[in-house]
C-alpha cells in the first residue's frame, strides 16, 4: 500500500512472519503515525494502515497440524496459547486422532487419546489443563465414549461416561463442570457432569437430536441446541441442568451455538440452507433477534468472555469465510481464505483465533490492532487495543521510515479503558513516524 504525503510515497511495510512455518502472528510491524509541525503552527497527524488490516481486521497462517487429518473441532484457552484439535479421521481409515499445541499453534503433537473413534467435538477449561472430547461414533459405526485429559492431553480417561452419538460437550471455566449432548434420533438426551466427568448424569432435558450446547464459567448457566430435523429449538437451565425451558428462538435445524462466560449472551445458527442467519440473545435466552450477519451456511460460532466479539464460520460448500463482529453481532466482517470451515475458536478477549477448514487444516488468526494520536495540551497521545494480541507489543519511533531507525520508546504504556496509552511530549518541530510491533523479528 503507498500512501502520498507531503509530497513523498512511503511504502508501508508488510506483515511478516517469524518463528517457522505456522507461526502465531509475530514480528509485525502494523502501523504507523506520522507526525509533521508546520512552522506556521498547522498541525498534521495522519494515522497510516498497513496492508494487515485496521482495528476491525484479521490476518490468517495456515498452522503445521497434519493436513491428512479430517480435523472435526478445536478448543482454545483463555489466551489462545494452549489449543486442542479432534479430528474424525486420520486419513488412513483408522479413526480420529487429538492434538495439542502449548505454543498458539506453532507445533502440535499428537497425544495418546484413543484413535479408534470419529472424534466429534472437543473442549477446553480456562487454562487448557482440563480437556475433554465426544466422539460421534467408532470405527463401526456404535456409539462413542466421552474422554477426558487433566493434564493438558498428556494422559486421557473414560470413566462411566455413557456412549452416545455425541455432538457437542462444553466445560466451564476450571473444567469441573461439563455439559454433553447426544444427537441422537430424536431422543438424545443431555448429560452433565459436576467432577470434570468422572461421573455422568442424564438431565430432565426432553429427548431431540441435540447438535450444541454452552456453559457459562461458573456452571450454572447452560443452553442446549436442537437441530430438529429443521424445526428445533434452543433451551436452556439456570441452574446447572437440572431444569430446563424452551427459548423464544425460532425454530431452526440449529447446528452451533456459543456463550459469553457469564452466560447472558448466546448466539445460535445453522448450516441447512446456505441462507441461515445467525441469531443472538443478551438476556439469557429470554428474547433472540437475527444479527447483522450475511445469510450462510453457519458450521461454527465462539464468543469473547464479554460476548462483545463474535467469530463464525461459513461451511459455504468449499467457498465459505470466517466472520467476525465486535459489537455483539450488529455488523460483521469477512475474513479468512476461502474455505469450508467446520469450527472455530478464540481467545477470552476475542482476538486470537484458531479454525478449521475441510480439507485444508488448521488456520490461525488475529486481529490487527490500529494506532491513534490525539493531541492533548502539550502532549502527544498513542493508544492501541489492550488485547491478547498485543501484549509484549512495543511502540517505537523513528525519524524518517528507514528499516534501521526505529527506536523503542521507552515510556511504559498505561491501560485505560481497554486501550494503552503512552502520553509524551509535543515536538515543536521535526517529524516523527510511530509504529507498533509484535514479537520478534521484523
Known amino acids: 500500500m503507498s500512501i502520498l ?82 479430528a474424525f479421521d486420520d486419513g488412513l481409515g483408522d479413526g480420529g486422532s487429538i492434538c495439542t499445541s502449548t505454543n498458539g499453534g506453532q507445533t502440535w503433537t499428537a497425544v495418546n487419546a484413543p484413535t ?24 463401526n459405526g456404535n456409539p462413542g465414549p466421552i474422554v477426558v485429559s487433566a493434564n493438558s492431553g498428556k494422559t486421557w480417561k473414560a470413566i462411566s461416561s455413557p456412549t452416545n452419538y455425541w455432538a457437542c460437550v462444553a466445560s466451564s471455566t476450571v473444567g469441573s463442570k461439563l455439559v454433553a449432548v447426544d444427537s441422537g434420533s430424536g431422543d438424545g438426551l443431555i448429560y452433565v457432569s459436576a467432577n470434570s466427568g468422572s461421573s455422568w448424569k442424564a438431565t430432565s432435558a426432553p429427548g431431540n437430536c441435540w447438535s450444541a450446547a454452552t456453559i457459562s464459567s461458573n456452571g450454572s448457566k447452560l443452553a442446549a441446541a436442537d437441530s430438529g430435523f429443521g424445526d428445533g429449538l434452543i433451551y436452556v437451565s439456570t441452574n446447572s441442568g437440572t431444569t430446563w425451558s424452551a427459548t423464544g428462538a425460532p425454530s431452526n435445524p440449529w447446528t452451533c451455538m456459543a456463550s459469553s462466560a457469564d452466560g447472558a449472551t448466546l ?16 438476556n439469557s435466552g429470554s428474547t433472540w433477534t437475527a444479527s447483522g450477519a ?33 459489537n455483539c453481532g450488529a455488523s460483521w466482517t469477512a475474513s479468512g481464505p476461502v474455505e469450508s470451515w467446520t469450527s472455530v475458536a478464540c481467545s477470552a478477549d476475542g482476538s486470537l483465533f484458531s479454525a478449521i477448514a475441510y480439507p485444508d487444516g488448521i488456520f490461525l488468526g488475529e486481529c490487527v490492532p490500529s494506532l491513534s494520536l490525539t493531541h492533548a495540551g502539550g502532549s502527544a497521545v ?11 507489543w512495543t511502540l517505537q519511533v523513528s525519524s524518517n521510515l528507514a528499516t534501521t531507525n526505529w527506536v523503542q520508546v521507552t515510556n511504559t504504556p498505561q491501560v485505560t479503558n481497554g486501550m494503552y496509552k503512552v502520553v509524551l511530549p509535543w515536538s515543536p518541530s521535526g517529524s516523527a513516524f510511530y509504529r507498533i510491533k509484535g514479537g520478534d523479528g521484523e
Request: aromatic letters at 10%.
Open 294 to 326: 450475511p445469510p450462510n451456511q453457519w458450521a461454527a460460532i465462539a464468543l469473547s468472555a464479554d460476548g462483545i466479539w463474535m467469530v463464525a464460520a461459513d461451511s459455504g460448500e468449499g467457498d465459505g469465510l470466517v466472520y467476525v463482529s465486535t
Open 382 to 392: 498513542l493508544s492501541w487495543p489492550h488485547w491478547t494480541s498485543t501484549a509484549g
Open 5 to 86: 504525503i507531503a509530497g513523498q510515497d512511503y511504502k508501508l511495510a508488510r506483515c511478516q512472519w517469524a518463528g517457522g512455518t505456522s507461526p502465531r502472528l509475530v514480528g509485525r510491524a502494523l502501523l504507523l503515525v506520522f507526525l509533521r509541525h508546520l512552522a506556521a503552527g498547522l498541525i498534521i497527524a495522519l494515522a497510516l494502515l498497513a496492508e494487515c488490516g485496521s482495528s476491525s481486521a484479521q490476518v490468517w497462517v495456515l498452522s503445521s497440524a497434519d493436513t491428512d487429518y479430517s480435523w472435526q473441532a478445536i478448543a482454545s484457552s483463555t489466551n489462545a496459547g494452549r489449543l486442542a484439535a479432534a
Open 116 to 139: 479408534n473413534y470419529c472424534w466429534q467435538f472437543i473442549t477446553s477449561s480456562a487454562s487448557g489443563s482440563n480437556l475433554a472430547a465426544v466422539a460421534n461414533q467408532d470405527l
Open 267 to 282: 448466539a445460535a445458527a445453522n448450516s441447512s440452507s446456505g441462507d441461515d442467519l445467525i441469531y443472538v440473545s443478551t
